[in-house]
């Protein structure tokens, strides 16, 4: 898990306001992935990833876009954030020998 | 697409007992089924897995059942201590079309183990 890190740690944005979270690897890994955790509703994936230069949708992928330039990144922009994004989001990362997740340290986010 | 279904939702037990977490998961074709541990405020951490060519898996005090027919899995721990209490969340990882692949996760149980 130390091979991942998101930055920042929290983050409070007004409605209306953008900004990008920035999830970084060091272990070389070939899937990335953005998810959402809201009480009472596990963890539902926002877009992910298969290799650099690629993206892909997942379950709640609206208000959201990423992009993955480099390998080691995946950038998560809020265009026009909403109260209803208010949430902890994770990146995971995945591959590697034995092709397990590993999640990075969590951005809180409060839109007010 | 795949889907995911825990439970219980809550779950208390007396330490020392044992506590059991059950999934469903509707997709035949998923293989790999790990369980994650979530401490209040920290990130979720990998605890085991069980791939589909295995029908239980056993480290310490963990264990996890595997029964592809049902398409249902289990986690066990035995002897529970203070610091099993947790969130516990399962998923289902499916292969995509255009390569990789993804979990499904649960909608997580928060068990609490009383002293």
């Known amino acids: 898990n130390a091979g991942v890190t998101q930055t920042p740690k929290f983050r409070v944005l007004k409605t209306g306001q953008s900004m990008t979270l920035l999830c970084a690897q060091d272990m070389n890994h070939e899937y990335m992935y953005w998810y959402r955790q809201d009480p009472g509703m596990g963890l539902r994936l926002i877009h992910y990833s298969v290799g650099e230069g690629t993206t892909a949708k997942g379950e709640v992928p609206d208000g959201y876009n990423v992009s993955r330039l480099k390998k080691q990144n995946f950038l998560l922009g809020l265009e026009s954030a909403a109260p209803s994004q208010t949430s902890v989001y994770f990146c995971?990362?995945?591959?590697?020998?034995?092709?397990?997740?590993?999640f990075g340290p969590g951005t809180r986010l409060t839109v007010l | 697409g795949e889907n995911v279904e825990q439970h219980p939702s809550t779950l208390s037990v007396q330490e020392g007992d044992s506590a059991v977490i059950k999934c469903t998961y509707s997709d035949s074709a998923s293989n790999y089924f790990p369980w994650y541990k979530q401490e209040l405020g920290k990130r979720p951490q990998l605890i085991i897995d069980?791939?589909?060519?295995?029908g239980e898996k056993k480290d310490q005090r963990i264990a996890v059942t595997l029964n592809k027919t049902a398409k249902h899995f289990s986690l066990h721990i035995t002897e529970t201590q203070p610091e099993d209490s947790a969130v516990y969340f399962c998923?289902?990882?499916?292969?995509?079309?255009?390569?990789?692949?993804?979990?499904?996760f649960g909608t997580g149980t928060q068990l609490k183990v009383e002293l």
């Open positions: 995971a990362i995945g591959g590697g020998r034995f092709n397990e997740q590993f």
């Open positions: 998923a289902a990882r499916e292969r995509l079309t255009g390569g990789g692949n993804k979990l499904t």
């Open positions: 069980i791939r589909s060519n295995v």
